[in-house]
């Protein structure tokens, strides 16, 4: 039997509301996935998504902490035993001596090479083992507490600081060019860099407010600042150290 007019009045409001609710409902859906893509996009920008701030890192990081102290560690060994057989034989030549300018020697024999009562080469010989040990535990899977990546943070500046004072020094004081030790610092400085980056990138590094739009910027070019930099440091070896170099040509 076909329904009244009364009933079909009276299901027509009921209809309006269902469809109301489920409208209500998909615009706030939207709404709320809108807003969780622009939370998640802002967290992808500063680089503070969950991944990082749990320890993780990129497994390029875990490489070149592996890679960077398997050179540095071998540069500073045989840095280490050319410095043993110098102190037994004051006449020893090491091997890196390759000219006036390129001499191990000539380094070694400064007080710049023991500035903390022994030989430089034991620094690297004790801390690169560390760097690579730490990589092969990301390789592996391992996950490092805030506080654990801070005394990394710590390691490698004060690594890069003493390896900066050292060019300084060999560029303007003491006028010669160790070969073992630029290895060292053609490894620090790519250490320090990429700690940094990863440990700003989780969270662990805090960066002021006013500064992380630039500090971002300067990341997302970071071999561009990586090559820049190594480059100033090579000008600088040019412009000091240039009548030999200029010697070398003619």
């Known amino acids: 039997m076909p329904r009244s007019l009364p009933d079909l009045k009276k299901a027509e409001p009921v209809q309006a509301s269902s469809e109301t609710g489920t409208q209500t409902g998909a615009q706030a859906g939207t709404q709320s996935g809108a ?78 090479a023991e500035v ?11 801390g690169f083992p560390l760097v690579m040990a730490v990589g092969l535990a990301l390789l592996a899977g391992a996950t490092f507490r805030r506080w654990f990546w801070a005394g990394l943070q710590t390691g ?28 060292g610092w053609a490894v620090t400085i790519p250490l320090f860099w990429y700690v940094t980056l990863h440990n700003i990138r989780a969270g662990h590094l805090p960066v ?27 000008a600088l070896i040019l412009e000091q150290f240039w009548t030999y170099w200029s010697g070398l040509v003619t």
């Open 35 to 112: 807003r969780t893509g622009t939370s998640s996009l802002a967290a992808d920008r500063l680089g503070t998504h969950a991944g990082a701030t749990s320890g993780e890192c990129p497994r390029s990081l875990a490489w070149l902490l592996v890679l960077g102290g398997l050179v540095g560690f071998a540069a500073a060994l045989i840095l280490l035993i050319e410095k043993i057989a110098l102190l037994e034989n004051p006449s020893y030549v090491p091997s890196c001596s390759i000219s006036p300018l390129l001499s191990c020697g000539s380094v070694m024999n400064t007080a710049q």
């Open 208 to 234: 002021p407010a006013p500064l992380r739009r630039p500090v971002n910027a300067v990341a997302g070019y970071h071999g561009a600042v990586l090559t820049g930099w190594f480059l100033v440091i090579a």
């Open 156 to 183: 490698v500046t004060l690594g890069v600081l003493f390896v900066h004072w050292m060019i300084f020094e060999s560029l303007y004081v003491i006028g010669a060019l160790c070969p073992y030790c630029m290895v």
């Open 116 to 126: 903390f009562g022994f030989p430089n080469p034991i620094i690297g010989v004790a």
